[in-house]
């Protein structure tokens, strides 16, 4: 597949926005759709609905098969070691919840410690801050240095006897560091200490591999994915899938009701209480082939040209800040213009048809740290173009020359 | 009037010399604004006298050029207005930035009231009208005394 011209494959950059072309820089929000998975949610509800599971009738096994189908390619492309290592979840949030209330119930109790980071993205602090609320878990934050990353010494400074698990990010959605995981989950299992990976910026953008990473849980959000909103994965170890209790009650993750007790069902059933997010799952493995058809290695070469032409025209334009400089950087332009608050850059900037975001990116504990109330961000995506980040950047000044007046 | 030309006309009229800056000795109410989104964040301080009139008023804050303008705007607005005439203004420009054509009331000129229908370019944009109402829901808050801080969320 030709990334050059891959922006056809997207039906959004058909239409106008605001009569203009639209210039999308918000895939770290969440990503546009190809027409390959639009197709396949039409298709499947038009042709081939189905609960998955429960009859037996030829439409229910079919979408059954298909539904496991999407299973299997995710346990591919993240080369997890089993197919029921996988858990659909109806985003990453859930993801994350389900591991802090499963893993907190059983194993965290007053006076434990759970270490994040200071990069955490809310929905991998708040599902733990319950068990601050609940359990009287401390939390315990790794901080960021001047450069807007995070050290494998940073984290190793604030392991202590009591932390139980470390959770950390893969990317930064502000800063776009990139986490040694693979070296601070061997720092982390010499201790005995498991470890949970918010993958939502990483997995769009890098190589995924669980059995090289070793980490237990890995949280990963389709819809930035090239996939539908409303789903998705949690990776975890099978050990642990099998030892922690279930995270819902409900239809579908039982094996045997009786009014005195009731058991649980196989992995992973286990954890997919009720209807699950059916024809999402289903699309989902339209969003996996249409990655593979781009190739994972030329998706990384070509956000990187991205990246660091971005990180250049931005550089040289004054009174851009952008923010953080970390080793290993992904696709993501966080920054600050003197003078403009960011909300004010995005609605200007909108009004081009340049689409970025602006705020604190529900990351306010590191807005804190590098004291500032909000950022604006643009974030990349397979379908941007040099073309993108030069009208970015004319936007800018645009913005920067109705200020100055 | 769309998003650039209320940007282009609140720049040169409020951004640059936002009115009514800073706290003053013997305020006789206040009432905090926070807007979680943005980040925005307003003060406002206003004396109350003897005749229910605001003889002074004034904010500190920081936040976009929406929120600081209308914040401007609206002290500029309120200085020697009485209680009820605060009360009616404020629930008026409230409706029209939500959803009326117009502000009712011959409580403002028609150059104030200029000023405050430019705000209303706001209209469709729903996360910033919180941008445009923060100074306006903590003036109502100090008036009835609220200790909360507003929150536009």
């Known amino acids: 597949m030709d990334i050059e011209n891959i922006k056809k494959e997207f039906p959004i950059f058909n239409n106008k926005v605001q009569n203009n072309d639209l210039v999308y820089l918000d895939s770290a929000n969440s990503s546009q759709k190809p027409l390959v998975v639009i197709d396949r949610i039409y298709d499947f509800y038009t042709k081939e609905f189905s609960n998955v599971g429960r009859s037996v009738h030829y439409l229910a096994v079919a979408a059954t098969n298909l539904y496991e189908n999407t299973r299997t390619s995710v346990q591919k492309y993240i080369n997890a070691k089993e197919k029921n290592e996988i858990v659909f979840t109806k985003g990453a949030t859930e993801a994350i919840n389900l591991v802090a209330n499963t893993f907190g119930q059983k194993y965290l109790s007053k006076g434990d410690e759970v270490l994040l980071t200071e990069l955490e993205h809310h929905s991998n602090y708040v599902p733990w801050h319950y068990l601050r609320k609940s359990k009287g878990v401390n939390i315990i934050f790794a901080e960021t240095n001047e450069d807007g990353d995070i050290s494998i010494e940073s984290i190793e400074k604030k392991i202590t006897e009591k932390t139980k698990i470390i959770a950390l990010t893969h990317l930064s959605n502000v800063t776009g560091a990139i986490l040694p995981i693979k070296e601070i989950t061997k720092l982390a299992h010499s201790k005995n200490i498991p470890v949970l990976i918010d993958g939502c910026q990483s997995a769009p953008h890098m190589k995924l591999d669980m059995q090289d990473l070793d980490c237990d849980f890995y949280a990963i959000s389709c819809h930035k994915m090239y996939g539908p909103t409303g789903l998705g994965i949690l990776y975890a170890k099978k050990k642990w899938l099998e030892d922690l209790p279930p995270y819902q009650g409900g239809g579908g993750m039982i094996n045997e009701v009786k009014k005195e007790d009731i058991s649980y069902g196989n992995l992973p059933n286990k954890f997919e209480a009720g209807t699950m997010a059916t024809a999402q799952v289903i699309a989902f493995d339209e969003s996996i082939k249409f990655l593979n058809k781009i190739g994972i290695e030329s998706l990384i070469k070509h956000e990187n040209e991205l990246l660091q032409y971005g990180e250049e025209i931005l550089r040289k334009n004054n009174s851009v800040k952008l923010i953080g400089n970390p080793k290993n950087k992904g696709a993501v332009l966080s920054f600050t213009i003197d003078g403009i608050h960011p909300h004010d850059i995005a609605t200007i900037l909108d009004e081009d048809g340049v689409a970025i975001r602006a705020g604190h990116h529900c990351c306010q504990i590191l807005h804190d740290k590098l004291g500032l109330s909000a950022s604006a961000r643009a974030s990349l995506g397979v379908y941007n173009t040099k073309d993108d980040l030069d009208k970015l950047n004319a936007s800018i000044n645009n913005c920067k020359k109705i200020f100055s007046r | ?153």
């Not at chain 2, 989104?37 to 929406?66: P, R, T, W």
Request: net charge negative.
């Open chain 2, 1 to 153: 009037m769309n998003l650039k030309e209320l940007y282009q006309e609140i720049i040169l009229d409020h951004g640059k010399n936002p009115r009514n800056i800073g706290k003053f000795e013997n305020f006789n109410k206040d009432a905090k604004g926070h807007n979680p989104l943005c980040g925005d964040k307003v003060h406002l301080f206003l004396k109350l006298d003897e005749n229910k009139q605001i003889s002074d008023i004034s904010f500190e804050g920081e936040g976009c050029a929406i929120s600081m303008a209308s914040a401007s705007i609206m002290t500029d607005l309120m200085k020697g207005k009485k209680e009820e005439e605060v009360k009616e203004i404020a629930s008026k420009f409230l409706d029209m930035i939500k959803e009326k054509d117009d502000i009712k009331t011959n409580l403002v000129s028609d150059d104030q009231k200029t000023k405050l229908m430019s705000l209303g370019g706001v209209k469709n944009y729903p996360m910033r009208v919180k941008c445009a109402t923060l100074s306006w829901h903590a003036l109502l808050s100090a008036l009835d005394d609220f200790q909360k801080e507003v929150s536009t969320e």
